[in-house]
């Protein structure tokens, strides 16, 4: 009965277990979203790093291309002013300047000493038109990598709100952090319950193998009681019988002497009664 109490006690394991597993369940996939979200956090992160190089690349290639556009700017004035010196030294006084018109001619430009040729001017033109595609094709890889930082951080925001409240982008590794330290503290609490219920389940089966052989032991001291119940019923009948016939002897005994007492002279008594007990 002791056995049978505690058995009683460790009802319902079955339904634990299930409960269990289920908890156990939740909280591997909210491991598994964590480990994830982490994961997106990281690239995010990345994407910053990225996206903080490409834009000191394009300030870097939009100065360069800036430089240069000054530069040739500078070297085509100097052309021009070159082309124009050149064009004064065809000028005749009283012949009309084949610019404009005027026979005059009191200021006439000067030869310039550092003027690009019309090949360097050119190259410096080209190389300008270089710098400024550069810094165009700067800013469009940062454009690019400013969207897809700002999709990822949507993203991951959007996914924190499951599990954290008010997910805010300078706060995501500290919030990340706060929800593995509690998830951490339910995997722990699940650890115990499941420790127990293992324990539960062991005592379980060692009270059932206990119950079992009690069980067992109890059928046999049944069949033993039977069995001497037997015994002693026969016991009983075998004892009623002698009793029976111990009760007709002593009726014939008694019948046999008053038989001996009528039939027999007195003197003959004795020796029959010494007879009869021959």
């Not at 002791?2 to 277990?17: D, F, H, I, V």
């Not at 190089?53 to 530069?71: C, E, G, N």
């Not at 998830?183 to 319950?193: D, N, R, S, V, Y």
Request: hydrophobic content about 35%.
């Amino acid at each position: 009965e002791e056995t049978r109490q505690k058995l009683a006690g460790l009802e319902g394991l079955q339904a634990r277990q299930e409960a269990l597993d289920a908890r156990l369940a939740q909280a591997a996939e909210e491991r598994r979203k964590l480990e994830q979200l982490q994961g997106m956090a990281a690239g995010w992160e990345t994407l910053a790093d990225s996206l903080e190089k490409a834009r000191a690349d394009y300030r870097q290639k939009a100065d360069a291309a800036d430089q240069a556009a000054a530069l040739y700017q500078a070297r085509n004035r100097a052309f021009m002013d070159e082309q124009a010196g050149l064009l004064a030294r065809t000028l005749q006084p009283g012949q009309p300047c084949p610019v404009c018109g005027s026979c005059s001619h009191p200021q006439p430009a000067a030869l310039s000493t550092d003027a690009p040729t019309e090949a360097q001017l050119q190259q410096t033109k080209e190389e300008s038109e270089t710098a400024r595609q550069q810094a165009a094709d700067a800013s469009l890889r940062a454009g690019n990598l400013q969207a897809a930082w700002e999709e990822r951080k949507t993203q991951l925001l959007e996914q924190m709100k499951e599990w954290v409240d008010q997910p805010q982008a300078q706060r995501v590794w500290a919030q990340l952090r706060e929800w593995e330290d509690r998830l951490k503290q339910k995997e722990g609490q699940l650890a115990l319950q499941k420790d127990e219920l293992t324990r539960n389940q062991t005592d379980r089966q060692q009270l059932e193998q206990l119950l079992g052989q009690i069980q067992q032991q109890a059928a046999g001291l049944e069949e033993q009681s039977r069995q001497l119940q037997q015994t002693l019923t026969q016991a009983q009948k075998d004892q009623g019988s002698r009793e029976g016939q111990h009760s007709q002897l002593e009726q014939d005994l008694a019948r046999r002497l008053e038989e001996l007492k009528l039939d027999c002279p007195v003197e003959a008594a004795a020796q029959a009664v010494q007879g009869l007990h021959r």
